[in-house]
């Protein structure tokens, strides 16, 4: 199984949010993963970070922000130059999706969770 390094955006230590499920569920299936949200914290081993930190090598980015707070995440996610960004339900957005394909950066509409669970992360 190929490992895809993953940044889970809206990164958060509430266990009954869908961004904590998932970076527990990236760990878990032996995906590297770098977290950033509004608050420090830690989960599954990963700590969270609240700035735009510098990464490399990101292959995926997944989005857990409403499209209003994504704009102040616009410039440093195609800067990461990720293969794709995942838009998980409630992200959906327009706007970052025309961005991202202007920079070719695959966008996806879909529940990282999902993608997961059924082997088509």
């Known amino acids: 199984m190929r490992t895809k390094k993953t940044l889970v955006l809206g990164a958060t230590t509430k266990p009954e949010r869908y961004a904590f499920i998932a970076i527990n569920k990236l760990v ?10 509004q608050n420090e914290g830690e989960v599954a081993g990963v700590k969270i970070q609240t700035k735009q930190i510098p990464l490399k090598n990101i292959d995926t980015v997944t989005l857990y922000l409403n499209p ?7 410039n440093y996610i195609i800067g990461l130059k990720p293969k ?3 838009f998980n339900p409630g992200t959906e957005n327009p706007e970052f999706y025309q961005l991202l394909k202007a920079n070719n950066i695959k966008s996806e509409v879909a529940c990282t969770l999902v993608l997961l669970s059924t082997n088509q992360f």
């Open 68 to 74: 209003i707070r994504q704009r102040d995440y616009y």
């Open 84 to 86: 794709r960004v995942i």
């Open 28 to 37: 878990e299936k032996e995906h590297p993963v770098v977290a950033i949200g």
